[in-house]
């Protein structure tokens, strides 16, 4: 969603907030600008629509000189995308400019009371209603007249606020809203996430709500909501600025379809010890014992990871799993008892709903374990205990290599709370263990084979409709991959358990229909190949994903087949999600979307 940035220093920061801005456009956006103080005044330049409209506005920042202002990526929320609804904004003398990444719920309320008091508004957003606010407050002092607006502001929200009085300041101030700030060689800086910043440093400190940041050339220093002054602790993140690059790739996607087994194999690799998954570090082998139910919470793909986890935890841990969506966890009153365990999936950490669920999770009582792939993020700050995916930073909106970090971690937590709960025999914790760890190898398997994959999405990419079926770990995969179709290339897809389609929606399949028959789980795929002939004799193309060694039964009962290495059941979505992935991919490419940034989506969903 909205990315924003702020500097200050010896350089000119246009540029710099431009740079920023680019190195946040993965978040999703629909307009974007920045606000400079040149020393004497605020110059704003703001423009609908893609970066480069505004680079062009401004001269890629050569036309708005000075060393301080913030800049913004909008995600419209209160007022359609447009140059005026488009950020910063400024208080109606131009004294104040902000930039805002949140929802302020109580706006109306706000705005109300400063028409009243002879203000006159020019956007719908709830944003300008908080610079007018800040310049209403204003007596000489920008730190105090922030302190005391973000009183009566409610909801959620990050904010950069520079004053035109004061030519060295910015202020920061967040509320269930990420914002980050970061020491510079030749000045400071804030942003939403460190992508914004990582050209420049890697020393970063991480704002909690409430706290106010004062963000100047020669240092950063910290208040409570009083004003105190608070220290913070400085941190260095592990992420390159190399890793964000496209690295010659035509699509980040691409990029991280490709990184995805040196990313599992990062992530499992510090939590395998003297050939055992050990995370005894992160989950006490007593409370892993006396676990009574996991429920699992996420949105979108990191959801369908705990849909996969939860057949594998119950499998091989013999723990009852619920899966519950977020955004419907925080409001359907969860049976929770200090021996539930509740694992909030989510790549960014700064989901609303994932970390809102967090929140209740633990005010009821539960433990809270988060696997989260960005450090400091809200969500790994807010949870007991944290697993970290080493996906590194993933910059398309569609996600690939944090889905398989995710994945490859609840199969360690898995095989460690069977350990601890003596459910699975040494054998076969051998051979899941070795298949665990022979993922990144299969996984470059099927990477080179990928010529087959291209082949068929260019055979199918001008279908509008299509189903992906499967049974038991098959059909978990089939979300994800009916998701990821669907994300990228517009095209509209569902999945289903197999066995459940002819109970009403395989009145939608006629001539031609494609269909995704998910067939790798041997146990099942007789009675998925039965579902298979029974669209095919309604006249679908079936096309089959499954392993080498079932291969030639898929192939009796469908038209085209993709295969993927044989392994141990419970890592069979490991190596399928590859082709299904590619496969989205292809089509997409095929039909000329814009993938790394689909219409409409953001990367990081930070309102409810
Ligand atoms: C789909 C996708 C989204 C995210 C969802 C949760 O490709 O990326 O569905 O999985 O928005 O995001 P995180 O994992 O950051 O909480």
């Not at 690295?247 to 050939?275: L, N, S, W």
Request: charged content about 25%; some cysteine; aromatic content about 8%.
């Amino acid at each position: 969603m909205c990315g924003i940035v702020g500097y200050t220093g010896g350089s000119q920061a246009a540029p710099i907030l431009l740079e920023g801005l680019a190195r946040l456009e993965y978040r999703g956006y629909d307009s974007a600008g920045i606000a400079i103080n040149n020393g004497e005044k605020i110059d704003v330049v703001k423009a609908m629509g893609r970066l480069a409209v505004l680079c062009d506005k401004c001269g890629n920042g050569r036309d708005v000189p000075g060393n301080i202002g913030i800049g913004h990526t909008r995600w419209a929320t209160h007022g359609r995308p447009s140059d005026v609804n488009s950020h910063p904004h400024v208080s109606e003398n131009g004294r104040i400019a902000i930039v805002h990444n949140g929802i302020i719920e109580n706006y109306a309320q706000l705005k109300e009371m400063l028409i009243n008091r002879g203000r006159v508004f020019k956007s719908e957003t709830d944003t300008e209603v908080a610079a007018q606010l800040i310049d209403y407050y204003y007596n000489g002092n920008i730190l105090e007249a922030v302190a005391r607006a973000v009183r009566e502001l409610e909801g959620s929200y990050a904010l950069g606020i520079i004053c035109a009085d004061e030519p060295d300041t910015i202020v920061g101030v967040k509320s269930h809203a990420p914002l980050i700030v970061a020491y510079g060689e030749d000045g400071n800086f804030f942003a939403s996430d460190v992508m914004a910043v990582l050209n420049y440093t890697k020393t970063v400190s991480y704002l909690d709500d409430d706290e106010i940041a004062v963000v100047r050339s020669d240092g950063i220093k910290f208040y409570s909501p009083f004003l105190d002054e608070i220290k913070k602790e400085k941190y260095v993140v592990d992420w390159d600025i190399k890793a964000a690059d496209k690295c010659g790739y035509e699509h980040y996607m691409f990029k991280e379809i490709m990184e995805q087994p040196e990313a599992v194999r990062r992530t499992i690799e510090p939590y395998i010890r003297d050939g055992r998954a050990d995370l005894s570090d992160v989950l006490d082998r007593e409370y892993i014992k006396n676990v009574s139910r996991i429920f699992i919470v996420a949105c979108g793909s990191s959801y369908h990871v705990g849909v996969i986890a939860k057949y594998n935890i119950e499998k091989l841990a013999r723990i009852p799993v619920e899966v519950v969506l977020a955004s419907e966890f925080r409001y359907c009153d969860p049976i929770i008892d200090k021996n539930t365990l509740v694992i909030c999936i989510s790549q960014s950490g700064e989901t609303a709903d994932t970390l809102e669920a967090q929140n209740e999770a633990k005010r009821l009582g539960a433990v809270t374990l988060a696997i989260v792939n960005v450090e400091g993020s809200a969500i790994a700050k807010g949870a007991d205990k944290v697993i970290y995916t080493k996906a590194g930073p993933e910059i398309a909106v569609a996600t690939t290599k944090a889905y398989s970090t995710q994945l490859a971690v609840t199969v360690l937590i898995a095989l460690y709370a069977a350990e601890c709960r003596n459910s699975l025999s040494e054998d076969e914790y051998g051979i899941i263990l070795k298949e665990l760890l022979a993922v990144p190898e299969k996984m470059m398997k099927i990477l080179n084979d990928k010529a087959n994959i291209q082949y068929l999405a260019y055979q199918h990419f001008n279908n509008e409709d299509l189903f992906f079926i499967g049974r038991n770990i098959d059909y978990a995969l089939s979300l994800e991959g009916s998701l990821k179709l669907k994300e990228i290339s517009y095209i509209h897809s569902e999945a289903y358990a197999a066995g459940e389609l002819k109970h009403g929606t395989i009145s939608l399949v006629v001539d031609d229909t494609l269909v995704i028959a998910v067939a790798s789980y041997g146990r099942l795929v007789d009675k998925t190949l039965s579902n298979a002939l029974e669209v095919k004799a309604r006249g679908a193309r079936v096309m089959g994903i499954t392993t080498e060694s079932l291969k030639e039964k898929v192939a009796k009962a469908t038209d085209e087949i993709i295969t993927i290495p044989d392994t141990h059941e419970v890592l069979l979505p490991s190596l399928a999600v590859l082709p299904l992935q590619l496969f989205a991919y292809y089509v997409a490419l095929y039909r000329g979307c814009d993938i790394d940034k689909p219409r409409n989506l953001a990367k990081s969903v930070t309102v409810e």
